[in-house]
């Protein structure tokens, strides 16, 4: 049991290492913007860091799917 929540603190901390990253270093070089407030990555962030990397990983991977150039976007915090 206690080596099963070890892993996911060390998946969790993976994903927002990622996601630090992607802020840091990708996404300056993008020529668009996230239509959304916040923005997907901070939204990842913010879900990961509240519900773990599973379901954090999974409402971030759902955000993303719903970002699109046709998206309205708009505010949308994480539940």
């Given at each position: 049991m206690n080596n099963?929540?070890?892993?996911?603190?060390?998946?969790k901390s993976i994903l927002i290492f990622l996601i630090k990253f992607y802020r840091?270093?990708?996404?300056p070089m993008k020529s668009t913007k996230?239509?959304?407030c916040p923005t997907?990555?901070?939204y990842g962030l913010q879900a990961?860091?509240?519900?773990g990397a599973i379901k954090g990983g999974?409402?971030?991977?759902w955000r993303i799917?719903?970002?699109n150039p046709f998206s309205?976007?708009?505010y949308d915090p994480v539940p």
């Open positions: 099963e929540k070890e892993d996911g603190i060390v998946l840091k270093y990708i996404s996230c239509p959304y997907c990555s901070e990961v860091q509240k519900y999974l409402l971030a991977a799917l719903r970002c309205k976007g708009g």
